[in-house]
C-alpha cells in the first residue's frame, strides 16, 4: 500500500511532547510497514463528512489520523484524542474542480466563526499601504472585482468563496489562514499588487500537481518516512512550493542564479538543486559550497535531513566554504598545506613597507583598503597592470606617479608574503585558478553556491576555474541585501553572465509579516547589482501574521537588560523552546552583554562554535555568524550608536564611496540579524542608539 505524508502531520507531530513524538513515530512505521496488521486499530471518523477519515490508537490518549482511498492511505493528523477528532470533523481532502490540486479544505459549515486578525487587534497591516479608515462607512470589499471563475483558478475551494468575495482589509488575514496555501498566496499577491497569478495547469495525476506537492509526498520507503519525521519542523526536507520546484528542476543553458530576500527559500533551492542533479545522473560529484565553515556545516546537516538516510548520494557531495575547499584542493594538487596569512600579519607589513619606503602622503587606512579592495581582490601582480586596474567605484583617483609610488609599497607586501610561504585567501584562490583553468579534468561536474552575494573576485574566478564547461555546471543562491563581506563587482566581466538565468522568489513561508516589513526598511525596495540585474523586494509577500517587533531605545545597560530577558521569558511562557532563541550582538565585545541577558532570563547558552543545535539551550553570538540560521525568537541588542555602524570600521574607510559601502553592509548585517526571526524579534540599543534603529520606528 502506497503511504503519503501531509504536512498537516508533520506540524501537528513537532507540537508534541517528545515522549509522544517517539510512540507516535513507532506506530507510523508500522503503519507504513503493514496498515493491514491487527494490531492497528481502525475507527472510522463518523461525524466526518469525508468519509475516507480513520482514526488509529497511539496510546491511550493519542491519535493518528489517516486518509485511506483505495491502495493508498495518508498521515494527515495527529493529536490528543478529542483534538485528532475534532479536526478531522472539519476537514475533508479533494481534488480541486478548477486546479486539480490535491487540497485539505476545512468543512466551512463546521466553523462557528472566524477568528479575529491580529490586525483587527492593532497588531498589523497587509502588504500595502492605506490610508486612515473611517469607521463609520463599512470597509471596502478588497477582492469585490474577482469573479467565482478567478477566485476557483487560484485554488478557492467552492465553499468558502462568499467569504473571500466579502474580506474586507481588516478581515483577510484571519480569513486566510482556512484557505489552502496557494490560493492564500495569490490572493496575498493580488491585494499588495494588484495581479492574480492562476494556479498551475491542471495534469492527469492530482499527485502530481505543483501544489499538491508542497503539501502531500508520497514516501518510498522506510528511510523517507524517518527523515521526515525525525525533523517535523523543517518541512522543507519534504514539501516544496511550487515556485522552487520550477527552479530546482529547470535545466539551464548557462550559469543560473536564484535570488529573494531573507525567508524565501534560496538555501532550501540550493538544497534541492544539488540532490536533483544527483538523482538524475549518479556519477555526479557536486560541490556545495558557501562563505563561511559554520554554515557549511548547517549545509551538511539539512542535506542529510533531506537525503534521506541515502548515504550513497551524501558521499557524492562535497560540502565546504569557499576557503576549505580551496585549502582542500590545494593539499591534493601539491601535497602540502596552505598557510593563510591574517588580516592582522598583513596590516602590519603593509605598514612596515610603507615605512621602508618612506611613502608618507598615505594613511595606513587607505593602504590597506587600496591592498585589500584592488591589489590583493583583483590580484594585481605588477605596475603595469596597476596602471590599467580601473579601481570601480573608488572616489580617490590616482595618476601614474601616485600609484608608481604606491606598487613600490605592495610589491614588498607581495615580497614579504612570498618569502615567509604565506597566502592571502586571494593569492590561494588564485594559485588554484591558475591550476584548474585549463586543466580538463576537473574535480567536480557540478557546483552550487549559497549566500552567493558574499562572493568576491578570486572566489568568482577560482570556482569558474574549477567548474566543467558544460551549459548547467554552475548554480547560484544568494540575495544582493545581506551582503556583508564583500565589494560589489561585476560578475559579467568575470564571464560569468546569469542574464536570462536569473529568478526571484517572492513568497516568504520563514518570517512573519510584522517582521518582514520592518526589516524591509532598512533596505532599498529594489537593489540593482553592477551588471544591471535587479532584486526586486516589490511583492514580496509572507503567508502568516505574528506579532509586532518591539524596539526599545533603553535609558542603560541595566534598563535593556531587564526588558530584553523579559521578552524572553515571555517567549519561553509561549511554549518556544530555548533551541528556539538565539541573542545577537555587533561584534565580540558586546557578547558580555548578551550573555547578561541570557542569565538574567534564566537560560541556558551556547555559542556558534560550541554545542550542539539539538541541546535544549539558547544560541549567544555575533551578527556575523547568524546567516543560514532560523529562530522562533530572536533579540538583536547593543545597537548603540558607536556599535552599528561598527565604529573601527567607520574609522577604517580610505574614501567615501568605501564608506558608503561599510554604512551599507552594517545596514545590512542587521537585516540578516533581524530576518532570522520567525515569530518574534527584540531589537534594541542604549540611548543614543544606532541610526538604523531610527529607520524601523
Not at 499577491?189 to 492562476?198: F, H, R
Not at 577560482?462 to 540575495?479: E, Q
Not at 501574521?545 to 531587564?562: F, K, M, N, S
Amino acid at each position: 500500500m502506497t503511504t503519503i505524508l501531509a504536512d498537516s502531520f508533520t506540524a501537528a507531530l513537532s507540537k508534541l511532547t517528545n515522549d509522544e513524538q517517539k510512540q507516535v513515530k513507532l506506530t507510523a512505521f508500522d503503519i507504513q510497514a503493514n496498515p493491514d496488521q491487527p494490531g492497528l486499530q481502525f475507527h472510522r471518523i463518523d461525524k466526518s463528512k469525508d468519509l475516507n477519515f480513520w482514526s488509529i490508537r497511539v496510546s491511550r490518549d493519542i491519535r493518528i489520523i489517516v486518509h485511506k482511498v483505495g491502495a493508498s492511505i495518508m498521515l494527515a493528523y495527529v493529536d490528543h484524542h478529542d483534538d485528532a477528532y475534532k479536526w478531522a470533523e472539519r476537514r475533508r481532502i479533494e481534488t480541486h474542480p478548477a486546479t486539480g490540486a490535491m487540497q485539505i479544505v476545512e468543512v466551512r459549515e463546521r466553523l462557528d466563526k472566524i477568528t479575529q486578525s491580529p490586525r483587527e487587534a492593532g497588531q498589523a497591516s497587509l502588504p500595502f499601504d492605506t490610508a486612515p479608515l473611517d469607521r463609520t462607512i463599512p470597509p471596502p470589499a478588497i477582492f469585490a472585482k474577482l469573479t467565482p471563475d478567478n477566485l476557483l483558478s487560484v485554488g478557492v475551494p467552492q465553499d468558502w468563496l462568499g467569504d473571500v468575495a466579502k474580506a474586507t482589509e481588516d478581515s483577510f488575514f484571519a480569513l486566510a489562514v482556512h484557505l489552502p496555501q496557494e490560493a492564500a498566496e495569490s490572493l496575498l499577491e493580488y491585494a499588495a499588487t494588484g495581479i492574480l497569478v492562476p494556479a498551475a495547469t491542471p495534469v492527469a495525476d492530482p499527485m502530481a500537481h505543483p501544489d499538491t506537492m508542497r503539501r502531500f509526498r508520497v514516501l518510498e520507503g522506510h528511510d523517507e518516512l524517518r527523515a521526515a519525521l525525525d525533523a517535523p519542523f523543517e518541512k522543507w526536507a519534504v514539501f516544496l512550493h511550487p515556485l522552487q520546484r520550477g527552479i530546482v528542476e529547470r535545466d539551464y543553458s548557462g550559469p543560473a542564479r536564484v535570488m529573494g530576500s531573507a525567508g524565501t527559500g534560496k538555501t532550501v533551492v540550493a538544497l534541492h538543486r544539488a540532490l536533483r542533479i544527483l538523482r538524475q545522473d549518479r556519477q555526479a560529484q557536486v560541490l556545495l559550497t558557501t562563505f563561511s565553515a559554520p554554515l557549511a556545516h548547517a549545509l551538511e546537516h539539512k542535506l542529510a535531513i533531506l537525503s534521506g538516510g541515502h548515504s550513497e548520494i551524501e558521499g557524492k557531495v562535497n560540502v565546504s566554504s569557499f576557503r576549505e575547499i580551496a585549502e582542500e584542493l590545494f593539499a591534493l594538487a601539491t601535497g602540502r598545506k596552505a598557510h593563510i596569512a591574517r588580516r592582522e600579519i598583513v596590516r602590519k607589513m603593509i605598514e612596515r613597507a610603507a615605512q621602508d619606503t618612506n611613502t608618507r602622503d598615505y594613511s595606513l587606512r587607505f593602504l590597506v583598503s587600496e591592498w585589500e579592495n584592488v591589489i590583493d581582490a583583483w590580484r594585481i601582480a605588477d605596475l603595469e597592470a596597476y596602471s590599467q586596474v580601473p579601481r570601480m567605484g573608488r572616489k580617490n583617483r590616482l595618476g601614474m606617479r601616485q600609484r608608481e609610488e604606491l606598487w613600490q609599497v605592495f610589491d614588498r607586501v607581495r615580497g614579504a608574503l612570498k618569502q615567509k610561504a604565506l597566502f592571502t585567501p586571494a593569492s590561494l584562490f588564485e594559485t588554484l585558478t591558475d591550476t584548474y583553468a585549463s586543466r580538463v579534468e576537473k574535480p567536480f561536474t557540478n557546483i552550487v553556491v549559497d549566500e552567493a552575494q558574499d562572493l568576491g573576485v578570486a572566489e568568482l574566478r577560482f570556482l569558474a576555474a574549477i567548474a566543467p564547461h558544460h551549459s548547467d555546471a554552475l548554480f547560484f543562491a544568494g540575495d544582493i541585501g545581506q551582503r556583508i563581506f564583500q565589494q560589489p563587482f561585476s560578475w559579467r566581466g568575470l564571464g560569468i553572465d546569469v542574464r536570462g538565468r536569473s529568478s526571484t522568489l517572492k513568497v516568504n513561508y520563514r518570517t512573519s509579516q510584522q517582521i518582514r516589513q520592518m526589516a524591509d526598511r532598512l533596505l532599498p525596495r529594489a537593489i540593482r547589482d553592477v551588471d544591471g540585474l535587479e532584486d526586486d523586494r516589490q511583492g514580496t509577500i509572507s503567508v502568516f501574521e505574528g506579532i509586532e517587533p518591539i524596539i526599545l531605545v533603553a535609558d542603560d545597560e541595566d534598563h535593556e537588560r531587564e526588558v530584553a530577558a523579559a521578552f524572553i521569558k515571555s517567549a519561553i511562557v509561549d511554549g518556544i523552546s530555548p533551541a528556539e532563541i538565539a541573542i545577537f550582538v555587533r561584534s565580540d565585545d558586546q557578547l558580555a552583554r548578551a550573555r547578561a541577558v541570557a542569565d538574567e532570563a534564566g537560560l541556558a547558552r551556547r555559542t556558534v562554535s560550541t554545542g550542539s543545535p539539538k541541546e535544549d539551550i539558547a544560541l549567544v553570538g555575533i551578527m556575523h555568524l547568524a546567516k543560514g540560521l532560523e529562530f522562533r525568537a530572536v533579540a538583536v541588542i547593543a545597537c548603540d550608536e558607536a556599535v552599528l555602524p561598527f565604529a573601527p570600521r567607520v574609522a577604517d574607510v580610505a574614501d567615501e564611496f568605501e564608506l558608503d559601502e561599510v554604512i551599507a553592509t552594517e545596514r545590512q548585517l542587521l537585516y540578516v540579524a533581524a530576518t532570522r526571526a520567525r515569530d518574534r524579534l527584540f531589537i534594541s540599543g542604549v540611548t543614543p542608539a544606532s541610526e538604523f534603529i531610527a529607520d524601523l520606528l
